[in-house]
RNA sequence: GCGGGUAUAGCUCAAUGGUAGAGCACCGGCCUUCCAAGCCGGUAACGCGGGUUCGAUUCCCGCUACCCGCUCCA
């Protein structure tokens, strides 16, 4: 990278430096891994999350057809615990394909990991070809586990018995309350079951600052329907959310959406696409994931019935163990759904719109984060770092100045703060030239700055000024409120 | 997990085997009537732990974190 600093080295500095993300346990040398989100990350993430929240779930209109949808839908919510029941992933394969006990060869020109417990099928990368360990230059490691999963114990006694996991994913906390919604929330097929919170991978490489974190939140749906039309459902959903980050700003060539080759697809996918995003951090025409959108057919709620399900030829059966009992039996509770329109029982297919609540925001701050240059009072270019979010995003909505510190115009700026933080997160600042209060505003992403000047000691009126063009317009004091909800619009 | 690099104030850098300076930022004051002005004052750092040494921020070792490349990515 040479002495040259990277853009994403900027956008790093820039969230440190205005409190957007700093390094978790910092003060204790830092945690790989693991983040926080300062005074304006929480706001950026909250507003994020409730932006998600707003146009899947409350802001849905389950009683017309929306664009590109077959059918009217349902959506409802539903926050779930963290911990669970072990056995959920167990039968789920997460416990299977997490916590495998692995051995690493620590020779050189091999470093090649193998599954303990196929160790001896296995053949190690020297040759000529034998088992590893047999060469004379095999080093290897005890066998390891790996847990991806982080494990804790439920109750104060460390006891395998109480052995539990922070969850992988929030999905499972729909699938096994799917029972649960059906029979409170009046929702028939099709309807979609939205998450938000936090869930927790063991990741062997943290990297790329938030993006691959242990700790991180999610956002989900999962949306249930009849088999036959669950193609249909894939669709809507893809395009859906590929057009909610758009309208959010990440409109640029930046976003695409890719669907997974055959190879690609998840243990229980019968088709995926992501939502993928460009960031600064990776090669050029590399992409990240920041969502993905999967069909997970009728996998989850079955094996919530039957047991951990594995493949046969072009569907699922049960696994067995060597007596022939499910390896990882089910809850055996009846989790099918009657369908009153064909008097049939039917296991619901799922379309699974998984979203990353981390990534999306360091997406946004990656997509606004953006150098110009501006003229000082001679009219000579200045340099200005801006962070040119979307007005739904930005952490603060408007910031409010007297021009000087005099005449009266702070008490005048502070009624109006007042007055406008009713509805919104505003700031107040009388500190320093008008020029650095713009600047610092800029850098948080504030769309707009309303400014108290000696006009406004006559008329009442003040001037607005919009964080991306940098223009002033001057409004009425009593029409700044609508002024600014017109121009905010939904947040 | 492997290999390479980095670690001094919030940021960017400097110096030094005798416990560290600057610019910017930040805070206070003066001044300032629209885009990082100026003046005065102030807060603030050697990632952590060992070792060598009379003495370590500096030399050595270990750890941690971050960056790059592999590996991994349900």
């Known amino acids: ?16 430096r205005r409190g957007f993300i700093f390094q978790s346990s910092e003060i204790y040398g830092g945690i790989g891994g693991f983040w926080d989100y300062g005074p304006l990350g929480v706001e950026l993430k909250r507003n994020l999350k409730e932006a998600w929240w707003r146009d899947m779930v409350t802001g849905h209109d389950d009683t017309s057809v929306p664009d590109g949808a077959p059918v009217p839908y349902a959506m409802v919510g539903l926050d779930t615990s963290i911990v669970m029941h072990p056995q959920v992933w167990k039968v789920s394969g997460h416990y299977d394909m997490f916590s495998d006990l692995l051995v690493d060869c620590r020779a050189e020109g091999c470093k090649a990991r193998f599954r303990a417990d196929h160790i001896s099928n296995a053949r190690c990368p020297l040759k000529p070809s034998k088992r590893p360990g047999e060469h004379e230059a095999c080093d290897l490691t005890e066998p390891r586990e790996f847990n991806l999963m982080f494990k804790t114990y439920v109750g104060a006694l460390v006891d395998p018995v109480s052995e539990a996991y922070l969850r992988p994913e ?8 799917f029972k649960n919604v059906l029979s409170t929330a009046r929702v028939k097929l099709p309807f979609g079951i939205a998450q938000i919170g936090k869930s927790f991978r063991n990741e062997i490489t943290p990297r790329h600052f938030t993006f691959r974190s242990r700790e991180f939140e999610q956002m989900e749906i999962e949306f249930f329907c009849r088999s036959a039309e669950s193609p249909a459902w894939y669709a809507y959903w893809r395009d859906r959310r590929h057009a ?36 600064p951090f990776l090669e050029a025409g590399e992409f990240g994931e920041l969502e993905g959108i999967a069909h997970r057919g009728d996998f989850d709620l079955r094996s919530h019935m039957e047991g951990k399900l594995v493949r046969a030829g072009d569907g699922f059966e049960v696994e067995r163990d060597g007596e ?40 946004f701050l990656c997509e606004a984060y953006c150098e110009d240059e501006i003229p000082d009072e001679k009219g000579s270019p200045q340099p200005r770092v801006v962070l040119k979010l979307h007005p739904r995003l930005a952490p603060v909505k408007a910031a409010v100045f007297p021009l000087v510190r005099k005449d009266g115009m702070p008490q005048r700026a502070v009624d109006i703060y007042r007055e406008l933080k009713r509805w919104w997160n505003v700031y107040y600042d009388e500190k320093g030239s008008i020029g650095r209060r713009y600047r610092r505003q800029d850098e948080s992403g504030t769309p707009f700055c309303i400014t108290v000047d000696q006009q406004t000691l006559n008329d009442g009126s003040v001037t607005v000024r919009e964080r991306d063009s940098t223009e002033q317009t001057r409004v009425a004091g009593r029409e700044i409120t609508a002024f600014l909800r017109e121009r905010l619009g939904y947040v």
């Open 244 to 279: 909610w980050y758009t309208a959010l700003g990440l409109g640029s060539e930046r976003l695409r959406l890719r669907d997974h080759g055959a190879e690609e697809l998840s243990h229980y996918s019968c088709g995926t696409a992501d939502i993928e995003y460009a960031f």
């Open 1 to 16: 990278m040479g002495k040259q600093t990277s853009r994403m080295d900027k956008i790093v500095a820039l969230c440190k």
């Open 170 to 177: 929030t999905a499972q906390g729909i699938f096994t309350n």
């Open 324 to 363: 022939g009992r499910p390896r990882h039996a089910g809850s055996g509770k009846d989790l099918s759904y009657f369908d009153e329109e064909t008097g049939e029982r039917l296991t619901p297919h799922v379309i699974e719109p998984s979203a990353g609540a981390d990534r999306a925001a360091l997406a």
